[in-house]
């Protein structure tokens, strides 16, 4: 069973750094592009980005690049999300997505919430 | 950028009767692959979103033969031959034609019941 995992909500505070993480298992995980899609309270979702764990191969959405960086770890099938400085208009659910068939996101992780408020 | 316009971005429905939403591009989706990647996702409220169409047409597993994709060019729509209360809930149209970074979503459609 395809599944990916993501870790825990956060609540930070503004200008720290993060790291949220999504664990892929049962798949080849080196062999589809992992992506992250941000979806703000109550509003619609947001492409961010996309890796390729086989090469780490990096792709961001113009919206993001800068602001975030996408990482994965190929040995432990784990892609990850992260910030140097989070902003309160950071705060959102941070969904990972597998890009599948027919270039379709077939595989959501559950959502990891990011809270950044002082 | 694609622009990804969808309507309407509320649709009330009864029960047991068929429901349309429609997705339109602000350039054509067709890939220089011959490809079309335009899917439809569906998000229930609390939970992640799910795949339901990929490549217009194309069912993903599991998904029920009530939902129906068609379209080409710019304008997509997807169907739901008859509503059940299960798909209360956002649904969103998407292109992947366009470059990996470059990837983009309809504003969402509510679909609720009368």
């Known amino acids: 069973e395809v599944q990916l995992v993501q870790s825990g909500a956060e609540v930070k505070k503004p200008g720290e750094s993060l790291k949220i993480s999504c664990k892929g298992s049962?798949?080849?995980?080196?062999?589809?592009?992992i992506g992250w899609v941000r979806q703000m309270p109550g509003k619609g979702l947001e492409w961010m980005g996309i890796?390729?764990?086989?090469?780490?191969?990096?792709r961001y959405s113009p919206s993001f690049q800068g602001q975030v960086t996408i990482s994965a770890d190929k040995s432990i099938s784990t892609a990850y999300l992260q910030w140097s400085s989070l902003k309160a208009s950071d705060t959102a659910m941070y969904y990972c997505?597998?890009?599948?068939?027919?270039?379709?996101?077939?595989?959501w992780g559950q959502g990891t919430l990011v809270t950044v408020s002082s | 950028d694609i622009v990804m316009t969808q309507t309407p971005l509320s649709s009330p429905v009864t029960l047991g009767q068929p429901a349309s939403i429609s997705c339109r591009s602000s350039?054509?989706?067709?890939?220089?692959?011959?490809?079309?990647?335009l899917s439809w996702l569906q998000q229930r409220p609390g939970q992640p979103p799910r795949l339901l169409i990929y490549?217009?047409?194309n069912r993903f597993s599991g998904v029920p033969d009530r939902f129906s994709g068609s379209g080409a060019g710019t304008d997509f729509t997807l169907k739901i031959s008859r509503v059940e209360a299960e798909d209360v809930g956002v649904y969103y149209c998407m292109q992947a034609t366009q470059f990996l970074g470059s990837y983009t979503f309809g504003q969402g459609t509510k679909l609720e019941i009368k």
């Open positions: 350039q054509s989706l067709v890939h220089s692959d011959g490809n079309t990647y």
């Open positions: 890796i390729y764990p086989g090469d780490s191969d990096t």
């Open positions: 997505v597998r890009r599948g068939i027919g270039r379709g996101l077939d595989y």
């Open positions: 049962g798949y080849s995980f080196t062999s589809y592009w």
């Open positions: 490549k217009i047409s």
